[in-house]
């Protein structure tokens, strides 16, 4: 018992420096956050000691930092809605995951508490319930050059921010110096998640117009490829639907981009990839997860497919969700 006052303690005490505004996680139905060890020693990449993760409201990575560093609570920022839960691996592989939740409740919080990893075992609340593997997850971003996706391996800086808002919360990411092919630029991503919708805005903005930014949904064999244009041909939808998550159960993965911003669509071995056309102008789209055992959650491709359309059609109308 004394171990969870301690934790819950520490956890609220690191909720201050992301409470600029009035924002209380308990009644608010988003959450975002970032934990990291501050009190340990990197031992080459890993990141020995230290006894508890602090929330802070900005981080920068550490040179040292890698895959499975053990230094940041499941491995980078996390952001939830009352319906769905999302993480971005703070790392080269930068691909974004899914926690499907089973409860309304914001969850974040206990997530990689009681073991590093823990959350990958169904519980109360759920489970992270996709296996990105080597593949990009659902709509992060990598580069996509001469049929080789190429991750952020080689990076000056990475700073991460989150913010909590009474109707938002979103996760900023900042790169500097992303090292790709020939070119050398900086990168912004910025991901904002809305209460009781299924979606996240993600907005990408490069300071170079290069060839190959791309995103899209990693690969599973047992799910449908599913896609559709709207009808002003202005917006369409990238998804995957099927028994696809670690349960294993149905799960669909959708993406909604702007025609205009691509340059092509590339079926992989790992992906369904959308690659932008090279621009510095910000680019927005919108992706998500629909797992089955949400509350009241979508069970069958048809529910999946109607979802889908319905969304479509508020693109189609005012150009934005």
């Given amino acids: 018992m004394k171990a969870k006052i301690t934790t819950a303690v520490l956890f609220f005490a690191g909720l201050t420096a992301i409470n600029a505004q009035k924002y209380d996680i308990k009644t608010n139905k988003t959450y975002a956050e970032i934990s ?38 499941y491995e980078g920022p996390g952001w939830e809605n009352n319906r769905i839960g999302y993480r971005l691996y703070l790392d080269w592989r930068n691909a974004i995951d899914i926690f499907g939740k089973k409860t309304s409740e914001n969850i974040l919080p206990k997530v990689g508490q009681d073991g590093f990893d823990s959350y990958h075992e169904m519980s109360d609340w759920g489970a992270d319930i996709l296996k990105a593997g080597k593949g990009i997850g ?49 990168f912004i991503s910025e991901l904002t998640i809305k209460p009781d919708q299924l979606y996240t805005q993600h907005t990408i903005k490069a300071s170079q117009a290069i060839k190959g930014i791309c995103t899209g949904i990693v690969k599973q064999k047992t799910a449908e490829l599913l896609k559709k244009e ?30 205009s911003t691509i340059e092509n669509i590339a079926d992989t071995d790992l992906d369904y990839l959308l690659v932008f056309k090279p621009t510095t102008k910000a680019v927005t789209f919108y992706l998500l997860g629909a797992w089955e055992q949400e509350v009241n959650g979508i069970k069958t491709k048809e529910e999946f497919v109607q979802y889908l359309d319905k969304q479509l059609e508020v693109l189609n109308k005012k150009g934005k969700m």
Avoid at 170 to 175: A, D, E, F, I, M
Wanted: aromatic content about 12%; hydrophobic content about 30%; cysteine-free.
């Fill in 36 to 73: 990291a060890k501050t009190d340990g020693k990197w031992e080459g990449r890993k990141y020995k000691g230290g006894t508890v993760f602090k929330n802070v409201d900005r981080l920068k990575l550490a040179p040292e930092h890698t895959d499975h560093s053990f230094d940041i609570r």
């Fill in 138 to 186: 659902i709509g992060s971003i990598d580069r996509y050059l001469n049929n080789e996706k190429l991750h952020f391996r080689e990076v000056d800086s990475t700073i991460a921010t989150v913010a909590n808002k009474a109707k938002e919360s979103t996760v900023k990411v900042n790169y500097y110096g992303w090292k790709t092919a020939s070119d050398k630029i900086d």
């Fill in 230 to 259: 709207s009808k002003n041909k202005k917006w369409a939808y990238l998804a995957t639907y099927g028994e696809q998550s670690l349960v294993p159960d149905k799960l669909g993965m959708a993406i909604f981009y702007e025609i």
